[in-house]
């Protein structure tokens, strides 16, 4: 009973209160606007952390002509955001120490097979964790053309694997198809023709606002952007005829041909130029001239270097663009630089031949302002090799693709037991004595006496050494 009492005069004095003014009035939900705000405050997206990436004191072969000893390329978010020496980096950059070591752009094929998957449809074709993913990282290739798409090989992940569709457009023209080549000529009059009459046209129309343009039936307005110079067409052929009349045909009508084979190119070289041809060559490409000629043919050692004197532009790829581990085994994708090597041996020097990794293949597929050299502003796609990059011995120890590091040597089974890397802390004269000598070097330690050390270090100076 005294409960019930004071229960009932507890609630008297509140609504006197609460009459009165003297206690606040308790509405439900007047907690919620602060727990509301305090919720959408933590449930706003924090600002992206930006990611430093550094490979520090490294020989630097930019791909521009430039070496820098003992420099540094420091990447933001993927790019290359600096080069040089004493750089300011950020507290949290991850370093990669390239101390003894050379640092090169990534290596661009400008074919594959193999890389990724049936098909054309990246990334869907993509497998991040295959086997020759892992090989092709290991050789050094960062970005690959297959099919008409160009995809780079980021070990793990499907994001930003494709970089460009409808790379390529070929245009037909061999002497096994005389009809095929009569119709492009003709074809490539008439939009010619078309082109002369719609210049003519943009400067009457300005007098006469009634005119018409002129009448664009049965042109091929695919060849009319061709002769405006809107892409470039790609020709596969070999042989001198077909090589001369592409050339004069490009200089007539005033565009710019890509030849991929162009095995007999050294043999009308100057042609070539004139008609400011691409070349993508094979250097190991074997081939006698036919005995019923008289002329020069056949393919030659010599073809890239040749062509390269000429002013054609020469991208390299080797005979097999596939990985392969059977068969053809050391002229496939893995030996690009091998191949590379080989047009060395023939006369083209190592920064013709690192060209034709690296920025030539870029340029042709139009990807040069991203990959192809080491410049800032361009992606942060570059290897980290024991040794000149042409030597067969050399050994790419880590793949770094878009600033991050996708291939280590060490960290995969393929190649971790073929000289394996001496402790990272020891400073380099130290790595030397424990047996990281670089691959010209190592062939000279090899020899038994020093006839033979003179012979081993041979291939460092022409950047090749294969027999």
């Given at each position: 009973?005294?409960?019930?009492?004071?229960?009932?005069?507890?609630?008297?004095?509140?609504?006197?209160?609460?009459?009165?003014?003297?206690?606040?009035?308790?509405?439900?939900?007047?907690?919620?606007?602060?727990?509301?705000?305090?919720?959408?405050?933590?449930?706003?997206?924090?600002?992206?952390?930006?990611?430093?990436?550094?490979?520090?004191?490294?020989?630097?072969?930019?791909?521009?002509?430039?070496?820098?000893?003992?420099?540094?390329?420091?990447?933001?978010?993927?790019?290359?955001?600096?080069?040089?020496?004493?750089?300011?980096?950020?507290?949290?950059?991850?370093?990669?120490?390239?101390?003894?070591?050379?640092?090169?752009?990534?290596?661009?094929?400008?074919?594959?097979?193999?890389?990724?998957?049936?098909?054309?449809?990246?990334?869907?074709?993509?497998?991040?964790?295959?086997?020759?993913?892992?090989?092709?990282?290991?050789?050094?290739?960062?970005?690959?053309?297959?099919?008409?798409?160009?995809?780079?090989?980021?070990?793990?992940?499907?994001?930003?694997?494709?970089?460009?569709?409808?790379?390529?457009?070929?245009?037909?023209?061999?002497?096994?198809?005389?009809?095929?080549?009569?119709?492009?000529?003709?074809?490539?009059?008439?939009?010619?023709?078309?082109?002369?009459?719609?210049?003519?046209?943009?400067?009457?129309?300005?007098?006469?606002?009634?005119?018409?343009?002129?009448?664009?039936?049965?042109?091929?307005?695919?060849?009319?952007?061709?002769?405006?110079?809107?892409?470039?067409?790609?020709?596969?052929?070999?042989?001198?005829?077909?090589?001369?009349?592409?050339?004069?045909?490009?200089?007539?009508?005033?565009?710019?041909?890509?030849?991929?084979?162009?095995?007999?190119?050294?043999?009308?070289?100057?042609?070539?130029?004139?008609?400011?041809?691409?070349?993508?060559?094979?250097?190991?490409?074997?081939?006698?001239?036919?005995?019923?000629?008289?002329?020069?043919?056949?393919?030659s050692i010599e073809n890239a270097a040749i062509l390269y004197r000429a002013g054609v532009s020469v991208a390299i790829i080797p005979g097999n663009v596939g990985i392969s581990l059977g068969g053809i085994v050391g002229?496939?994708?893995?030996?690009?630089?091998?191949?590379?090597?080989?047009?060395?041996?023939?006369?083209?020097?190592?920064?013709?031949?690192?060209?034709?990794?690296?920025?030539?293949?870029?340029?042709?597929?139009?990807?040069?302002?991203?990959?192809?050299?080491?410049?800032?502003?361009?992606?942060?796609?570059?290897?980290?090799?024991?040794?000149?990059?042409?030597?067969?011995?050399?050994?790419?120890?880590?793949?770094?693709?878009?600033?991050?590091?996708?291939?280590?040597?060490?960290?995969?089974?393929?190649?971790?037991?073929?000289?394996?890397?001496?402790?990272?802390?020891?400073?380099?004269?130290?790595?030397?004595?424990?047996?990281?000598?670089?691959?010209?070097?190592?062939?000279?330690?090899?020899?038994?006496?020093?006839?033979?050390?003179?012979?081993?270090?041979?291939?460092?100076?022409?950047?090749?050494?294969?027999?």
């Amino acid at each position: 009973m005294r409960t019930l009492i004071r229960t009932k005069a507890t609630l008297f004095l509140v609504l006197a209160a609460l009459t009165l003014g003297v206690l606040p009035v308790a509405h439900a939900g007047d907690d919620e606007p602060k727990e509301k705000a305090a919720e959408e405050e933590s449930s706003e997206p924090e600002e992206p952390q930006d990611k430093w990436f550094a490979v520090v004191d490294g020989d630097v072969y930019t791909g521009t002509g430039a070496v820098l000893r003992g420099a540094t390329v420091l990447c933001k978010n993927g790019v290359i955001e600096d080069i040089g020496y004493d750089l300011w980096m950020p507290e949290e950059t991850e370093t990669l120490d390239a101390r003894g070591y050379r640092v090169y752009p990534g290596l661009v094929a400008i074919n594959s097979s193999g890389l990724f998957g049936a098909g054309s449809d990246l990334p869907n074709t993509f497998n991040p964790f295959g086997q020759n993913l892992v090989l092709a990282l290991g050789s050094g290739i960062t970005t690959a053309l297959t099919g008409n798409e160009v995809g780079k090989l980021k070990y793990g992940t499907l994001e930003g694997v494709q970089v460009k569709t409808n790379v390529f457009r070929y245009l037909s023209f061999s002497k096994s198809s005389p009809a095929g080549k009569r119709s492009l000529r003709e074809k490539l009059a008439k939009a010619a023709k078309y082109r002369r009459a719609y210049a003519q046209y943009e400067i009457d129309k300005k007098k006469n606002k009634d005119l018409k343009e002129p009448s664009k039936k049965n042109v091929d307005s695919n060849l009319v952007s061709l002769l405006d110079g809107k892409w470039r067409p790609v020709f596969r052929a070999n042989e001198r005829t077909d090589l001369l009349e592409i050339a004069h045909l490009a200089q007539q009508y005033g565009f710019r041909p890509i030849i991929q084979g162009c095995r007999e190119g050294w043999t009308v070289a100057d042609e070539l130029g004139r008609a400011g041809a691409s070349a993508i060559i094979t250097p190991r490409d074997r081939r006698p001239k036919s005995e019923q000629l008289v002329r020069e043919g056949g393919s030659s050692i010599e073809n890239a270097a040749i062509l390269y004197r000429a002013g054609v532009s020469v991208a390299i790829i080797p005979g097999n663009v596939g990985i392969s581990l059977g068969g053809i085994v050391g002229r496939d994708l893995m030996h690009l630089t091998v191949e590379a090597a080989f047009a060395v041996r023939g006369g083209l020097s190592d920064e013709a031949a690192l060209a034709g990794l690296t920025i030539e293949p870029a340029r042709l597929m139009g990807i040069d302002h991203r990959v192809g050299s080491l410049e800032v502003g361009k992606d942060a796609d570059m290897i980290i090799t024991d040794g000149d990059i042409l030597h067969y011995k050399t050994f790419v120890q880590w793949t770094v693709i878009d600033g991050e590091i996708v291939y280590d040597k060490e960290a995969h089974l393929y190649f971790a037991h073929i000289r394996p890397r001496p402790d990272s802390s020891l400073a380099p004269e130290q790595r030397l004595d424990a047996g990281e000598n670089p691959p010209e070097e190592a062939a000279a330690a090899e020899g038994g006496d020093e006839e033979e050390s003179e012979e081993a270090s041979e291939p460092k100076e022409g950047g090749g050494g294969q027999g």
